[in-house]
Nanobody, 125 residues
Framework: VQVAESGGGAVQAGGSLMLSCVVSGYTRDRGPCSMAWFRQTTGKEREGVAAVAHDGTAEYLESVKGRFSVSRDIDKNTLYLQMNNLTFEDTGMYYC??????????????????WGQGTQVTVSS
């Protein structure tokens, strides 16, 4: 299984970005697969931002609720993160994670076995 993110960039506070993540090497006969977005800034631990289970059930970090929306295209094995009303605190490296063994939309990083290289999001105030 390979994971690849795209869509990061620089934006002013209040702006929007959409991140995409393609998971290759996974087929549905392997079972359900939860996918998630994490982010990390220098000196801080990686934190879960949004996760979605195979059935579409989602979970969000409290600080992004109402601003971020996670979705997935099952047929394309693609995960999206629509980020609106971005703030400086949203700056960081955003990572996509996936795990065919997960049934629930968890934001616990150690439960995911497959990770992308990350895409940088920079929000200027």
């Amino acid at each position: 299984v390979q994971v690849a993110e795209s869509g990061g960039g620089a934006v002013q506070a209040g702006g929007s970005l959409m991140l995409s993540c393609v998971v290759s090497g996974y087929t549905r006969d392997r079972g359900p697969c939860s996918m998630a977005w994490f982010r990390q800034t220098t000196g801080k631990e990686r934190e879960g931002v949004a996760a979605v289970a195979h059935d579409g059930t989602a979970e969000y970090l409290e600080s992004v609720k109402g601003r971020f929306s996670v979705s997935r295209d099952i047929d394309k094995n693609t995960l999206y993160l629509q980020m609106n009303n971005l703030t400086f605190e949203d700056t960081g490296m955003y990572y996509c994670a996936a795990d065919p063994g997960l049934w629930l939309p968890t934001l616990v990083a150690r439960l995911y076995d497959y990770w992308g290289q990350g895409t940088q999001v920079t929000v200027s105030s």
